[in-house]
């Protein structure tokens, strides 16, 4: 049985951390916060399978200038924090290459292709299939132009065979009356299906976690210690040591920080992404929608609707620009009219994003007895299940049943 130190509780640690005890192991959770408080207490509450493609692709590409000059645009970045992005962005432009598009749209869906079946048995395990709806996800066009600029979405789910259905005005409003009549086609999703309560699904698995006799450890990593070239204990601010055969840096945005630490610096950003909690909306939705066009999504979860989305390059450090949630609920209000924003709260989280979209989950190239989990963009809840398969595997010295090489931690 070996010791296990996973960094960071959000969905990616928590679900690993599980998988882990689970195998025989003893296994440690540490985190500044309680499980679930970071990015997975706000987060849309989808699993997405068909959104793993590249943001780097011509598409958007395309669509940045403009979002960029709208003050009201999907993407903002605050010009103080420009220069320390100049990095990053230079890698995100060489992820645009066709070739490497290619291969980071296969590496997205090797991963999807596995996410129903992983996270199936996860929720079977902890007696939580409850949480997943059974329904998918809408995603709306106003006019054909809409559906021509999306259109390279389609092709790419149509090239790997991810199932969608083109729907007429009159199929949408049979399935979502609440919907305006603005709204002129729609692809249904049925494979996009949503969590009724992201935050809870985190403690109810942490809380199957300590059952087991896994350790919730509170406490801000930092640094690490090593033996003979092993790191061998995790340090934490107050002076705890903690021992560990193996660590885990899975800290979500915050992973940067503590790659640093070890001397080993990767180009993982935060995606500031924006919420609204409607208690009372005053309308009844089955399924969750984007509308591609205006940048939004909403998703039925949490006992409420929840309107989120938007990026918004600012560091870990700055404060939340809440007009950003506002501008989402107004856009929500052209898809869903009779919607009233009563009884709602605001909140801010940070996405970690690497430059060409893929997750790292790997060892360390630099330090023996260190492995990443971390990265997973939008996608951290889509993903979670399957990373906890494989990195449980791989930790515990069993050949994963995906090729771990497209997300290793060296590839820039």
């Not at 090797?110 to 199936?120: A, K, N, Q």
């Not at 896994?214 to 210690?225: I, S």
Request: hydrophobic share 45%; net charge neutral.
């Amino acid at each position: 049985m070996a010791t296990i130190a996973v960094v960071g509780a959000g969905i990616i640690g928590t679900t690993l951390a599980y998988d882990l005890q689970r195998r025989g192991n003893d296994v440690l959770l540490i985190d500044r916060e309680a499980p679930g408080m970071g990015a997975s207490f706000g987060n849309m509450a989808s699993i997405a399978v068909t959104e793993f493609m590249p943001a780097s692709r011509p598409a958007i590409w395309k669509q940045m200038p403009g979002w960029l000059m709208d003050p009201e645009g999907p993407v903002r970045i605050r010009p103080s924090y420009l220069p320390r992005l100049v990095p990053w962005f230079l890698r995100f432009l060489a992820a645009s290459r066709p070739a490497k598009l290619r291969e980071l749209e296969e590496a997205g869906a090797v991963l999807c292709r596995r996410v129903h079946e992983d996270l199936d048995a996860l929720l079977k395990q902890t007696g939580l299939s409850h949480m997943m709806s059974e329904e998918g996800c809408l995603s709306l066009y106003a006019d054909d132009a809409e559906f021509r600029a999306d259109r390279d979405h389609i092709e790419i789910l149509e090239r790997f065979g991810f199932r969608h259905r083109i729907l007429d005005a009159a199929a949408i409003r049979d399935l979502e009356p609440a919907l305006t009549t603005r709204i002129a086609k729609a692809v249904l999703f049925p494979d996009n299906r949503s969590i009724s309560d992201p935050y809870r699904l985190v403690t109810a698995i942490a809380e199957q976690f300590q059952a087991m006799g896994g350790t919730v450890v509170k406490g801000n990593v930092a640094g690490f210690e090593e033996t003979d070239g092993a790191i061998d204990t995790v340090c934490l601010d107050d002076g705890r040591r903690i021992a560990a055969d193996k660590t885990v840096i899975a800290a979500g945005a915050f992973s940067t920080e503590l790659a640093r630490l070890v001397g080993e610096p990767i180009p993982l950003e935060t995606e500031r992404g924006y919420h609204t909690q409607v208690m009372a909306p005053g309308i009844s939705m089955r399924h969750s929608i984007i509308w591609p066009a205006k940048a939004f999504m909403v998703t039925p979860t949490a006992g409420g609707i929840r309107i989120g989305g938007t990026v918004e390059m600012a560091g870990l450090a700055a404060p939340p620009d809440f007009r950003r949630a506002r501008v989402l609920v107004k856009r929500a209000q052209e898809a869903l009219p009779d919607l009233r924003v009563e009884d709602a709260t605001e909140w801010m989280g940070h996405r970690p994003a690497f430059p060409d979209t893929v997750p790292v989950m790997g060892p360390s190239a630099k330090r023996s007895g260190l492995f990443y989990a971390t990265g997973h963009g939008h996608l951290g809840l889509t993903y979670a299940a399957t990373c906890a398969r494989l990195m449980g595997d791989l930790l515990s010295g069993i050949t994963p049943p995906v090729d771990l090489k497209p997300f290793r931690v060296d590839r820039f």
